[in-house]
């Protein structure tokens, strides 16, 4: 490939891993800085922004209106939530920092082409902490594309990054291939911004033990994780858990790559959620379903074959965003099961014993209604109304990795942290680090303001050190 | 509280029926939702959850193939899913126009193919050589070629039939849609829409994906300004000339200073350089992405549209000259064919997708 040949023999100031949200924020911040940027990034173009081609909103803090933000979200609001999530797993003062950078990022996205909308119907509860993308992430992503060739960087696709060439606190090269070919590329600073390793189904074996084959991964094929790993055998320090990742329960026949946001499942509030043994685990109606969703990827993960079936009545089906997947329906308990492969006298006697259990009273799906079990464990705290009215529908629900949080270590200016202090020209910025800030748990939005705000900082770091 | 999910599709299950595989995609597009800030087809498709086939054909008409969503889409091909948003609904539009146009079959010949346009065209245009040639002159002008009683007795058929077709045609569109009884806030809403080409504006105004990819552009929408506008302005002249005629016996031809001429002469030149525009900017677009199977259909009726402005344009600039009598000819010719084909040709989609702005303003108010 003439073109990989050709770029490979250029010296350039900056050479980019990754080309996704955090990628390209340090592109451009770079190249309007004057420095002259490659960005290697490793999916064909169709599939290029990694997993920013599946989000839909960044969470952002503001005093007043901003943008599509109404009223105010501060400081100290985003911090709690963050805590609240994390339950402390987090880097205060990197935290803190990148919730005060966010406010700035919006306007800044604005300005190189970014588009926001109104918060999508549905999901009006978020108009006051996140703004969405017009057309979601893959127009963000196209849009930073636009505006980073426009400034001049140059972009290769299909280049895979297989070594980050250290000597000392310095990088040198990378080892990259390309159609089969490894080349080397020289640069004068790197930011490392591939990603998290949630593509590589062994290393998630690895860490999670033999059930992370059966979870299904949420976004992009491609972030494998390799620059990680190569970063991690070098000695770089790492942050996070390699078992913590964001997670949640999606509809089981989703697509094993890449289903991104329409395989989301939204009934499990108003329905009985049971294992392949068809019994209940765990208490489907704790929360509003937008505070709940990320734990239930775990929960479903520690059920026997990593799968579990949210089941309810007719009189519930029209109660939550349509999924994209249509419900399996049946017209008895005992035909649902045999649907389902389901032991059908276990089934019958879980939905009996949750029936028995429920109480008279008032049934509100907008809100946290308190009709719950009596006697029953585990209860069922909200919306606890019997299943009885056929025809009955069934989802499966399977885990969904959307990335994982082992990342390398980096101070506030986004450099990478070594063995021996941090290197002197190596950045990392986006998924890949956002394990520093996100210890466990997951606060929607967040990854993105976590790769704008250090991906700047990263482009205009590494910008400052060639210069 | 029941849903018909029946009425759901696998959002695997790719169709080549032209209505299930809309339903399919446009199923993807409300568990998605991303683009519901481009144009009026998201949010309508955000206030149901299953879709019958009127729902489809409505969904079909509103949209304007601006392809903001196909370039923001994160499922397009190669991904399993292979949305294509802007030729599903295309194809499902077109198909819908086919199905409703009277009499049946017209419509697939003239939309399909752009040779059957051009041999209509020919054969109108011999048309009025004969008539030409063979009918007696009566008057000044163009009338000194053919009288005016023989213009009328060709064109008011050839003006009130395809208005008659086509009415038929909007009656199924507005049955299948499951229209009500129109208000003026509807006929309001519904112009607005279409005078201003909102749905083209790609949500902020900063235009459509059609010519340039991922790279908004607002050049489409002025090119159909300049098209919708001049063919408007034209029509508006053909009009005033008649009411001169009639009302205050003052037939052709008129000076410049006639509202004939100020109204058909920027009319004409519009209506030209808006279609050239058209012809340029379709051109560059992606065909995979417009109405599949109806491109020569499509190409030919802009040009025929083009045609019917230059024309006449070249009938003025030249009058009074050796050519007048075959520029009278071709003209005529090419208005009668656009006329004739009205209900079966793109020109359709004026009427069909004014009726689905009406719709989609009685939906929206509900």
């Known amino acids: 490939m003439s073109e990989a040949i050709a770029r490979a023999s250029e010296t350039w100031d900056i050479i980019i891993a990754g080309g996704g949200n955090a990628a390209l924020c340090a592109a451009i911040e770079a190249a309007e800085r004057g420095a002259k940027v490659l960005i290697l990034e490793g999916a064909p173009k169709p599939y290029r922004g990694g997993n920013s081609r599946h989000t839909r909103n960044f969470r952002c803090m503001h005093h007043g209106d901003l943008g599509p933000l109404v009223e105010t979200y501060d400081e100290a609001e985003f911090f709690d939530d963050l805590i609240r999530v994390t339950k402390g797993e987090t880097d205060e003062a990197l935290a803190r920092m990148c919730i005060r950078s966010s406010e700035d990022c919006l306007p800044w996205m604005q300005a190189h082409g970014v588009r926001f909308q109104p918060s999508l119907a549905g999901t009006l509860s978020l108009d006051r902490t996140n703004a969405f993308f017009l057309g979601g992430g893959k127009a963000l992503v196209n849009a930073y594309y636009l505006t980073a060739q426009d400034l001049g960087v140059k972009v290769l696709y299909e280049a895979q990054v297989r070594h980050v060439g250290i000597e000392g606190a310095r990088a040198t090269h990378l080892e990259v291939e390309v159609d089969g070919v490894t080349r080397h590329f020289h640069a004068r600073a790197f930011v490392l911004a591939s990603g998290g390793f949630q593509g590589d189904i062994d290393w998630l074996a690895r860490a999670w033990g033999e059930s992370a084959r059966n979870f299904l991964i949420r976004g992009t094929p491609y972030n494998r994780g390799v620059v990680l790993k190569d970063m991690l055998d070098q000695g770089a320090r790492s942050v996070g858990d390699p078992t913590q990742c964001h997670a949640v329960a999606i509809d089981g026949r989703a697509p094993k790559y890449d289903g991104g946001i329409v395989t989301r499942l939204d009934c499990v509030p108003f329905s009985v959620v049971v294992n392949r043994n068809a019994e209940r685990f765990y208490d489907e109606g704790e929360d509003v379903w937008p505070k709940r969703y990320a734990i239930w990827g775990r929960l479903v993960a520690a059920q026997p074959g990593q799968v579990a079936y949210s089941i309810i009545d007719a009189r519930s089906i029209d109660l939550f965003m349509p999924s994209v997947y249509p419900p399996i329906a049946a017209g008895s308990i005992a035909e649902l099961a045999a649907k389902l492969e389901l032991p059908a006298e276990r089934l019958r006697t879980t939905i009996a014993a949750f029936n028995a259990a429920c109480r008279p009273g008032d049934f509100h799906p907008q809100r946290l209604d308190g009709l719950a079990t009596g006697g029953l464990e585990p209860p069922k705290t909200n919306w606890a109304r019997p299943i009885e009215e056929p025809p009955f529908y069934a989802y499966s629900l399977r885990p969904g990795v959307t990335f994982t949080y082992l990342g390398l270590k980096v101070d506030d200016r986004a450099r990478v942290a070594g063995p021996d202090g941090p290197y002197e020209n190596l950045w990392s910025a986006g998924e890949m680090m956002a394990g520093s800030i996100l210890g466990q748990g997951y606060l929607a939005g967040f990854g993105m303001t976590i790769g704008t705000v250090f991906g700047r900082i990263a482009g205009q770091e590494a910008a400052a050190h060639v210069a | ?366």
Not at chain 2, 19 to 47: L, W
Not at chain 2, 225 to 253: D, E, K, Q
Not at chain 2, 329 to 342: C, P
């Open chain 2, 1 to 366: 509280m029941s849903l018909d999910v029946t009425l759901q599709t696998d959002p695997g299950a790719i169709s080549s029926d032209p209505v299930a595989e809309a339903r399919r995609q446009v199923e993807i597009c409300n568990a998605c939702r991303y683009c519901e800030g481009f144009c009026a087809v998201f949010p309508a498709i955000t206030r149901q959850k299953v879709f019958a086939d009127g729902d489809i054909t409505q969904l079909a008409n509103l949209c304007h193939n601006c392809r903001g969503c196909y370039y923001a889409c994160q499922y397009t091909a190669p991904h399993a899913f292979d949305l294509n948003l802007p030729a599903a609904l295309g194809a499902a539009r077109a198909e819908s126009w086919e199905r409703f146009a009277w009499p049946g079959g017209l419509a697939a010949l003239f939309q399909r193919r752009g040779t059957a346009l051009a041999a209509a065209l020919v054969l109108a245009c011999a048309l009025m050589f004969l008539a030409v040639a063979a009918l007696p002159g009566g008057g000044e002008g163009f009338y000194a070629y053919l009288g005016h009683g023989a213009m009328v007795l060709i064109f008011l058929p050839a003006f009130l039939l395809p208005l008659a077709a086509l009415g038929i045609g909007l009656r199924r569109y507005w049955s299948e849609t499951g229209g009500g009884a129109v208000t003026l806030a509807d006929i309001g809403a519904a112009a607005r829409s279409a005078a201003t080409l909102g749905n083209l504006g790609g949500g902020q105004g900063q235009g459509c994906n059609f010519e340039a990819e991922e790279r908004f552009s607002d050049e489409r929408r002025m090119a159909h300004h300049a098209v919708m506008w001049g063919f408007l302005l034209c029509f508006a002249s053909t009009v005033s000339g008649t009411i001169l005629h009639y009302a205050f016996a003052s037939p052709a031809p008129y000076g410049f200073f006639s509202a004939p001429k100020l109204l058909g002469v920027p009319g004409g030149v519009l209506l030209t350089l808006g279609c050239a525009g058209m012809l340029v900017l379709k051109g560059k677009a992606d065909p995979a992405l417009g109405t599949p199977g109806r491109a020569s259909g499509e190409w030919a009726f802009v040009w025929l549209l083009g045609g019917v402005g230059l024309s006449g344009l070249l009938l003025y600039g030249l009058r009074e000259s050796v050519l007048t009598g075959p520029l009278l000819a071709l003209h005529l010719g090419s208005v009668l064919t656009l006329f004739l084909l009205t209900p079966y040709s793109k020109m359709a989609h004026g009427f069909y997708r004014f009726a689905a702005l009406l719709r989609e303003a009685q939906a929206g108010r509900r």
